[in-house]
């Protein structure tokens, strides 16, 4: 078992092969066969090229989709079912089938394989997320390929990141990740329809080299959740925190390892920020509005102030605390993003007064800000 080397930040694709710590996603419609369940040639593929950059002193976390999907076949299922309990079973079924094929590929190269299945409470939840970083670096240090996937089988609704491109995203940042990849069945980003004869975009340096490009959805074998959209979103989000990301196909997984100017490479275009905030800012369920007054608009958008009950003029939704609300102006416009400190039916009776007279009227638990600075992202 080879020895890891030393994690180095890169800033290009020609720098990839120097990269310490790398997450790779690969999505379901990579590994399914048109004819259901999962393409053992595909993943046989895959776990050669990790294999090879993990021998060579790269550490290699893998988000793999493909649970559900090889769940289907032994449930006589034909394609992805549309409702939660049927998905859930099928994962419960096929994150064991699956991942006894990647236990077997990748130990043909003498490589241990571990399964992490997250939820999102895992990573946005600090001790939770605190666990689930020690455990993650406990793997690395002992030389496993961590193997991630959503806990499918338990996840509701309500708590799901929504596809593995976002939750490989936010492992990244969880890993402290110098590069993450995502792997489909398209080789690039194209500002267009591949098929109707687009241009590949080789490089994303910010959101205005998005504008006017239409991206696909799910891929042909129906199994997918994703498709480019949240591929696009994945790498915007890692980027964003500082992260340099790669959209490139299977096929491909080598060249990208390689430094080879294929695939489309996402600049970074942020600092890291808390992983919570991460969430908040691009996956949050937003469960309340809260409408502020013109001077804790500048307070929180222009000052970077807390919100407190005195700025707000009115409440809508229903929530508890430490769920995710929108902070608004008068006219609607979205301000912020933040973590409420208090439940929807206690903040009607605070709006407009001070946390002083709170604190007098109603104890001391009511002098603390509505949502604190460090639980906001602005819009």
Known sequence: MSVSRRRS???????????????????????????????????????????????TGQEIILVSSGAIAAGLAPLGLTRRPKDLASQQAAAGVG???LMARYTRAFGEHGIV???????????????????????????????????VNENDAVATHEIRFGDNDRLASLVAHL????????LSDVDALYDGPPADGARRIPEVHGPADLEAITIGSTGRAGVGTGGMATKVQAASMAAANGIPAMVTSTDYAAAALGGDPVGTWFHPTGNRHPIRLMWLAHLATI???????????????????SLLPAGIVDVSG?????DPVE????????????????????????????????????GHDYEREVVHVNDLVLA
């Open 95 to 97: 994150q064991g089938l």
């Open 175 to 182: 890993a402290h990740a110098d590069l993450l990849i995502l």
């Open 327 to 362: 902070l608004t102006d008068r006219s609607g416009e979205v301000i912020a993003r933040g973590l409420v400190n208090y439940d929807s039916e206690e903040l009607p009776q605070m709006l407009g007064r001070t946390t002083f007279d709170l604190g007098e009227d109603l």
């Open 113 to 147: 394989t571990g399964q992490v299945l997250l939820t999102a409470d895992d990573l946005i939840r600090r001790t939770q997320y605190q666990n689930a970083h020690r455990s993650l670096t406990r793997l690395l240090t002992l030389g496993v390929l961590p193997i």
């Open 318 to 322: 229903t929530f508890a605390s430490g």
């Open 287 to 305: 469960r309340g509005r809260l409408v502020l007054d013109d001077g804790a608009v500048k307070a929180v958008r222009d000052r970077r102030r």
């Open 9 to 55: 930040s890169i800033t290009s694709r020609a720098e990839v092969p120097t990269a310490g710590r790398i997450v790779v996603k690969v999505g379901s419609s990579s590994l399914t066969s048109i004819g259901g369940g999962i393409d053992e040639d595909a993943l046989t593929r895959l776990s050669y090229v990790l294999a090879a950059a993990k021998l």
